[in-house]
């Protein structure tokens, strides 16, 4: 039986083999949001790096380049952190390099992987169904908030702990599968309501964003399922 | 305005400041349930160590002593991590000396706090009582199972931060307060079929001891505060 896991932040990836698994990305508002969206709507490749300064160098080499830190746009970059900046007309096959506070880093972690693959409400069931087809045991990483527990990270790693487990195809490993699963089914007859409570819903709120929240909350908008290879995500 | 906070395991307490904070340890199965037990029942003081040798040191200073490992009683030693092995007479009186898997690590994880409180579901509302009569902010820290995160730990943190907040004197200080709430409203209402799907409380049934886990599941049994004063719990 495979079985499914949920490790609820990056500060506790420790405690997790990933050799011989996949690896599920989470970081609901925004950055993994933002890669379903782009490599959905036709961004020809998008290249997660961890610091400002690897995005910046990329300018170089024909990426428009992302950049986040602490919610806002980064000083100095040609796009911020959100899902319709990625809609742009001018972004169809072109690269895009991003950096955030969260999610990028969480994928940079993730690399002893056997797939590394990019989940969000957007593409819930796409992400369901490529997991069921494959034999390997499953990890999903909560992005969180520098290092910190969140909810919308851990809501979507129940919504898909419950696809992953509804036939037994799947088992339970651990008590944050079960907490995060739970907690899913409590939010899910009013996500958004959950939503707007999150910290980080909040911090985005000052920031003026809600619409980007309630993009966010959308599920299976698109039928992409965006994974690592070479250091780029292809679908 | 006060706040609450929860940390979902010790391997996260890096990200909390403890300094000027009451710190609320558990362990629900079974540390902090046999701590409180104990000190409701006459043991005259408990003495938590992290270590083995530790514990048995003590015994030439006349503690009787306590120790688990892996969720069974540490070869050599008095007693075990049950809660009715608190409750026997001889006890009465004496001192104890006790070392768990969790419960005692996160106990000496948490010397910066400005006090140390034992909190377990049998003396859940005493020790909400105790908090809204303080001035200081809170941390409910969850002993986990070698660091990961657990269930009951996580379900006794959304219990009391259920009662702290819920006529406004305290607030949510992150995502893991409400996620821990909002997981507790969703079992209070059949905790033992949670408990009983929790890593710990299969390991533990595997063990022969479902008669703790029920115990361990009562609200409010006890009224006493127990509370780290020079290293021993005093209430």
């Known amino acids: 039986m495979r079985t499914v896991d949920v490790c609820l932040t990056p500060d506790l990836l420790h405690q997790y083999e990933l050799a011989g698994k996949n690896v599920v990305v989470v970081d609901i508002l925004r950055a993994t949001s933002c890669m379903v969206t782009g490599m959905a709507v036709g961004v020809a490749a998008i290249k997660p790096v961890a610091s400002l300064e690897e995005c910046a160098d990329l300018k170089k080499q024909g990426y428009t380049t992302a950049a986040e830190r602490n919610g806002a746009k980064a000083e100095g970059f040609d796009m911020g952190n959100s899902p319709f900046e990625y809609m742009q007309p001018k972004l169809k096959g072109n690269k895009v390099a991003v950096t955030t506070t969260n999610g990028t880093l969480a994928i940079s972690k993730s690399v002893d992987a056997d797939e590394i693959i990019i989940g969000a409400f957007l593409n819930l069931t796409a992400v369901a169904n490529y997991l069921l087809e494959r034999p390997q045991d499953v990890i999903i990483l909560c992005a969180g908030w520098k290092g ?34 739970a907690m899913y089914k409590d939010a899910s007859t009013d996500l958004m309501h959950y939503m707007r409570n999150s910290s980080h819903a909040k911090r985005l709120g000052r920031l003026g964003v809600v619409k980007d929240i309630e993009f966010c909350a959308q599920h299976d908008t698109y039928a992409v399922v965006p994974r690592i290879q070479e250091g780029e995500l292809v679908i």
């Open 148 to 181: 910190k527990f969140n909810l919308e990270d851990t809501l979507f790693a129940g919504a898909l702990v419950q696809k992953l487990t509804k036939d037994g195809q799947f088992e339970y490993a651990c008590d944050a599968a079960l907490a995060a699963e």
